[in-house]
């Protein structure tokens, strides 16, 4: 026995399980919101309480970490991101910061290496002059190498000329001639130069997986579908969970079953782990290549309203598929038009196999981006839970932003976060990442500061968002994950930070640094400029990411 007063259990190997005391800190936790300090037990959570009470029971069995005035707090999970593709986003070109067509193809003629030139995150929107080169621009700055560099939403790309001839796009829907390709084109497109090795492939994962984790994520939702990436993609991915040193991954395939037998068949082909038929199975497209479907013309395109991809008959079948199952579908969702479709869709169902099964097997719906009152409601009275992100608002919410451009006064409708909450809809947030980065603390804070001031929501909502209610939406079996009280994963994060506080979404309610009577836990304040460095991350008593100073 131990100070604790548990029991110093052995491990299957035979040695004793390791036990960590963490004090002098802040602890956040429904047990105590005032707690300094946590001891953890193997993979478990045994104790939180007082600096004092730590005192009394630290010994020499245990590793000891003192905070130093450092925040303790579950671990985040990114409700919906893709990981080879972020790994690609690292390791490539980073052209979010090109302002011209030239500075972009400067950006390709200063490519190191061979083959593929690859590169993410252009937006034209944010350049003073959007025209974009041209696919021979593209060959004559690669120096004949192919090129692929994503547009900001991953929704359409700028391809050389060698690349079109390749993979012989010009046969294909959205295809042009020009650089920018879309839909079919698009899809073609990735998928050749994403023709790399096991070992690359590998790589671009660990990458991603390591980057996670020194930003505090514990779990990352992986949507993975065809039109991104094949089979052996998810199934790698999946292969990390059989370690214990990185996030979690939860696997979704975004393929459409038009049968029970069908999505069962897709699913066996996995084998065991496969949450579901969800997450980036395309109902439409983006608002930024205006591939998303609207009800009414986009703003800036007269005429052009989208594309939906799917029928609502094939996405009624599909939903009905796996209700009987009572596994997860769902799909990707921008534009209005899109999630009518979809509504549609679960009605449909429902209809065919009942309402308690569409509720039952916990559906999910990707972004869910532009909403009317009716459409929050439909989604309410099914329990479909909304996979969110504020990073979109905080990069193209803004006046004079993209939405603005493409959408006219309809952004105010775009991101209902607040709505989604007050009308008891589950949400859970992620980045999409490589669309916006894994920057958890800049996604809280941009749910605080939502374009829409109707549409903010606290940060705590916003912190449970992105931790507690990413694992609900995953349908995880431990209702403790998400939790740090004792009997609870181990899973957590330690951040560096300037000043806690609770913190409000209405301005005209003043934010305090404590208030004893509401026992509320406290959260970084996020208006000092700078995001909460992370000192460590854990999952389930497994150190993921310690930073050099934790330690000193």
């Not at 070109?93 to 972009?104: H, I, P, Y």
């Not at 996670?212 to 990390?240: F, K, Q």
């Not at 806690?500 to 970084?524: E, F, K």
């Given at each position: ?281 395309n109902i439409d497209g983006s608002i ?198 004792p009997g609870a994963p181990a899973s ?61």
């Open positions: 026995m131990n100070k604790t007063g548990l029991p110093a259990e052995q491990t299957g190997g035979g040695r004793e399980r390791k036990v960590t005391l963490y004090r002098n800190g802040s602890i956040y936790t429904a047990a105590d919101p005032f707690a300094t300090a946590m001891v953890v037990d193997g993979d478990t959570v045994a104790w939180v309480g007082s600096e004092q009470a730590a005192a009394s029971i630290a010994d020499d069995s245990m590793e000891v970490i003192d905070l130093r005035g450092a925040l303790l707090a579950p671990g985040f999970v990114d409700s919906h991101m893709h990981l080879t593709e972020t790994g690609i986003a690292l390791a490539g070109l980073q052209l979010g910061g090109t302002r011209s067509a030239r500075e972009l193809l400067d950006a390709v003629a200063a490519a190191g290496g061979a083959g593929t030139v690859v590169g993410h995150g252009w937006d034209e929107t944010t350049w003073q002059d959007p025209t974009l080169p041209s696919p021979e621009e593209l060959d004559r700055a690669s120096g004949g190498r192919p090129v692929y560099l994503s547009r900001i939403d991953v929704h359409s790309a700028l391809v050389s000329a060698s690349l079109a001839r390749s993979a012989r796009l010009e046969e294909l829907d959205g295809y042009t001639g020009s650089a920018q390709v879309v839909r079919a084109a698009h899809t073609a497109a990735r998928l050749a130069a994403r023709s790399f090795t096991d070992a690359e492939r590998i790589g671009y994962q660990e990458h991603a997986l390591r980057h996670a984790a020194s930003n505090g994520y514990v779990a990352l939702a992986e949507m993975s579908a065809p039109h991104i990436c094949g089979p052996e993609d998810l199934r790698m991915a999946m292969s990390w969970n059989k370690q214990a040193g990185t996030p979690l991954v939860l696997p979704y395939w975004g393929e459409l079953a038009s049968s029970e037998q069908h999505a069962r068949s897709i699913l066996e082909g996995f084998g065991p782990g496969v949450l579901g038929l969800a997450g980036d199975l930024g290549s205006r591939t998303a479907a609207l009800s009414a013309d986009y703003a800036d395109a007269p005429g052009q309203r989208g594309s939906l991809y799917l029928s609502v008959d094939e996405a009624a079948n599909h939903l009905a598929a796996c209700s009987l199952l009572g596994v997860q579908a769902g799909f990707h969702i921008i534009g209005d038009a899109g999630l009518s479709a979809a509504l549609d869709a679960v009605d449909a169902a429902a209809a065919e196999v009942g309402e308690q099964r569409i509720r039952a097997a916990g559906h999910r719906f990707e972004h869910v981006e532009l909403a009317d009152p009716a459409s929050v409601e439909r989604l309410a009275r099914y329990s479909i839970t909304v996979s969110a992100q504020p990073g979109f608002d905080a990069a193209w919410g803004g006046p004079g932003g993209l939405y603005e451009k493409r959408l006219g006064d309809r952004r105010y409708s775009m991101n209902l976060f607040a709505s989604f909450y007050s009308s008891g809809v589950p949400i859970a947030f992620g980045s999409d990442s490589p669309v916006t980065p894994l920057s958890p603390w800049s996604s809280v804070r941009a749910c605080l500061e939502h374009s829409n001031p109707a549409q903010r929501i606290s940060a705590r909502a916003a912190f449970l968002g992105h931790t507690r209610a990413g694992w609900r939406a995953s349908k995880h079996r431990n209702p403790l994950m998400g939790q740090l009280v957590f994060a330690v951040w560096e930070v300037e000043e806690l506080m609770v913190q409000v979404a209405d301005s005209r309610v003043q934010s305090w640094s404590t208030d004893p009577r509401a026992r509320t836990p406290l959260l970084p304040a996020l208006d000092t400029g700078s995001d909460p460095v992370c000192l460590q991350t854990v999952r389930e008593g497994h150190e993921l990411f310690a930073h050099e100073s934790l330690r000193v």
